[in-house]
């Protein structure tokens, strides 16, 4: 009999951060600040093995939404909207008004979840002033942006 299993989401800790950082490597994906911000990643394994990961560098009511990588043979299967989702709810859980990112490669799958894309300079200044905004990926890398909930004034 062939049973399917679930990947279970879970709330990242430091035990996770060796194989958030070797997987992030092998998306070509910083892992600059993991280590930082690792209460705001979530994992996704299946039968005890990391397939995903995604993560948040919270800036007051603005989020870096940052590291999504799943591993390439669970890849275009649904794992990275599933991922993006769940951060997303937590997001928002956790009170943030809007999400930003920036991608080189992925801008049509972030558009398919509700980011668009903007200005690199209309970005929050908490998320500016991000070591990945300022640094680590480059200035050709596509800002995007998702309100997900409107700022109380």
């Not at 892992?31 to 993560?55: A, D, H, M, P, W």
């Amino acid at each position: 009999m062939n049973y399917l299993i679930k990947p279970i989401i879970c709330s990242a800790n430091d035990r996770d951060i060796p194989l958030i950082e070797a997987l992030l490597e092998q998306n070509d994906l910083p892992i600059q600040g993991v280590r930082e911000s690792i209460e705001n990643f979530i994992t996704l394994y299946c039968k005890n093995i990391l397939i995903g990961t995604v993560g948040l560098e919270i800036y007051g009511y603005s989020a870096l939404l940052r590291s999504l990588a799943v591993i390439q043979t669970y890849q275009k299967k649904g794992y990275g909207k599933m991922l993006c989702r769940e951060i997303i709810e937590r997001a928002t859980f956790q009170r943030i008004s809007e999400l930003y990112l920036l991608t080189e490669t992925a801008e049509s799958f972030f558009f398919s979840l509700g980011f668009r894309p903007i200005f690199r300079e209309s970005a929050d200044p908490g998320v500016q002033n991000s070591e990945e905004f300022r640094s680590i990926c480059p200035s050709t890398a596509i800002c995007m942006r998702k309100v997900i909930r409107q700022a109380k004034t």
